[in-house]
Structures are given as structure tokens and as C-alpha cells.
Nanobody
């Protein structure tokens, strides 16, 4: 089973920066898409950014121009560089990975989630 472990969260002042990291392990099949989600207290989990195997990225409108999602060359890690942080960015951030098993048709997809890392933006 794939395990995802996030790190890099913490307390930062508005306008500051953080870099979240997500380490994946245990997958015998290629990881297709990866993403970062956030969940603030009392709110539903919200998609922040996605990155495909080919490196195509998409972002939630409110973080566009401030956040950058990326993957390393070996597809073992995914990162979220967060700049110009705002109080409304405060949330638990979760790493997500989709694993596509292609041994037979139809291909199967499996979703995996990390435990989350807390990001707090406060004056």
C-alpha cells in the first residue's frame, strides 16, 4: 500500500513562505497524478493544486501566482511552494496521489492520502 508523508508545515506571518514536501513509498505501480488539498476547521477539503505525470499543473484561483506545485525527477516527492501566505491559507494540507494499475484492462485507479501537515498564517 502506498504511504504519503507530508512535512514542512508550521506557523508563519502573513506574507511569509513555506515549502511543503510529500514523500511517497510502497507503490509497485507508477503514480499518475498528485495534488495538494487543504482543509480548514469546520470546512470541507478543498483542492489546492494538481500536477500530472507530465508536469502539467493547475491551481485554485485564490492561490494562483502564489503557490507552485512540483515533482522531483524520480516522481518520489511532490512539493508545494507557498509564497505570500495569507491568513485564509490557514488549514491542514494533505498530499494526494493517484495510482493507476495497468496490468490488465480495464485499468484500475487507487487514491491515497497523507496524514496532513498544519499550516497556520497569523500575525
Amino acid at each position: 500500500q502506498v504511504q504519503l508523508v507530508e512535512s514542512g508545515g508550521g506557523l508563519v506571518q502573513p506574507g511569509g513562505s513555506l515549502r511543503l514536501s510529500c514523500a511517497s513509498s510502497g507503490s509497485m505501480f507508477s503514480i499518475s497524478d498528485m495534488a495538494w488539498y487543504c482543509q480548514a476547521p469546520g470546512k470541507e477539503r478543498d483542492l489546492v493544486a494538481t500536477v500530472t505525470r507530465g508536469g502539467s499543473t493547475n491551481y485554485k484561483d485564490s492561490v494562483k501566482g502564489r503557490f507552485t506545485i512540483s515533482r522531483d525527477n524520480g516522481n518520489e516527492m511532490v512539493y508545494l511552494q507557498m509564497n505570500d501566505l495569507k491568513p485564509e491559507d490557514t488549514a491542514v494540507y494533505y498530499c494526494y496521489a493517484n495510482v493507476q494499475v495497468r496490468v490488465a484492462w480495464p485499468w484500475k485507479n487507487f487514491d491515497y492520502w497523507g496524514q496532513g501537515t498544519q499550516v497556520t498564517v497569523s500575525s
